[in-house]
């Protein structure tokens, strides 16, 4: 079965620093992964989706993510934070003909001015 | 382009009262339709999905149902609510046929609250 583990449940950064969320994920092939942000009283957007190829995937609002097999990692990073990324991100490992989604735990960010 | 709905976005229900949470999604047809929980402070525990007009595939027991009377629409109820129903319910869809590649698009949610 499919697992995800998203070891942080909360983060603090200041707005203008670098962030890195992390994602482990458990499947024995390679899997569909994607990655949610959900603002506060939201639905959750797709922020970026990794299927296949190039390993290092660019999304919406300057996100990019890595999927790192050898880790089983598929962190999502942002150069320089806003103080609109504060929100709640979750990282999601699909495979084959899955009928869901797993989802990770979720990691509450808060950006400091 | 494709668009959901979901209504209401707020309620608040005394234990034991009925529930109905409604999820409409427009421009797109045969859509798989999902509702998911968000308890506080919890990640996402899928409830219901449905292939089609009257299927529905139950992931967890528990005190709600799900129909899905049309093609777009799918309805999550309680004959009686608990007080362990609180939580923010997500609607959600992807295009026809399981991938693990399916994107969900997901509505804004509906907050309960059961008091």
């Known amino acids: 079965a499919q697992s995800v583990t998203q070891p942080d449940i909360h983060i603090t950064v200041s707005e203008g620093a670098s962030l890195e969320l992390r994602c482990n994920y458990s499947?024995?092939?390679?899997?569909?992964l994607f990655w949610y942000v959900q603002s506060p009283g939201q639905g959750l957007q797709l922020l970026l989706k990794?299927?296949?190829?190039?390993?290092l995937v660019q999304g919406i609002k300057g996100f990019e993510a890595e999927f790192k097999r050898s880790q089983s990692s598929f962190n999502l990073r942002k150069p320089s934070v806003h103080w609109s990324d504060a929100a709640e991100y979750f990282c999601?490992?699909?495979?084959?003909?899955?009928?869901?989604?797993?989802f990770g735990s979720g990691t509450q960010l808060t950006v400091l001015p | 382009s494709q668009t959901i709905h979901q209504w209401p976005a707020t309620l608040v229900q005394p234990v034991g009262s009925p529930l109905s949470l409604e999820c409409t999604v427009e421009?797109?047809?045969?859509?798989?339709l999902y509702w998911y929980r968000q308890a506080a402070g919890r990640g996402l525990q899928l409830l219901f999905y449905?292939?089609?007009?009257?299927?529905i595939s139950s992931e967890v027991p528990q005190n709600l149902s799900a129909s899905r009377p049309q093609d777009r629409q799918f309805i999550l109820s309680s004959k009686k609510l608990l007080l362990s129903d609180s939580g923010f319910y997500l609607c959600?869809?992807?295009?026809?046929?399981?991938?693990?590649?399916?994107?969900?698009?997901f509505g804004a949610g509906s907050r309960l609250t059961v008091l």
């Open positions: 499947y024995g092939a390679t899997p569909y």
């Open positions: 959600a869809w992807t295009s026809r046929g399981f991938s693990g590649a399916n994107v969900l698009t």
């Open positions: 990794y299927f296949s190829g190039d390993t």
């Open positions: 999601a490992v699909g495979s084959g003909s899955a009928r869901q989604l797993t």
């Open positions: 449905s292939v089609g007009i009257g299927q």
């Open positions: 421009g797109t047809s045969n859509p798989n």
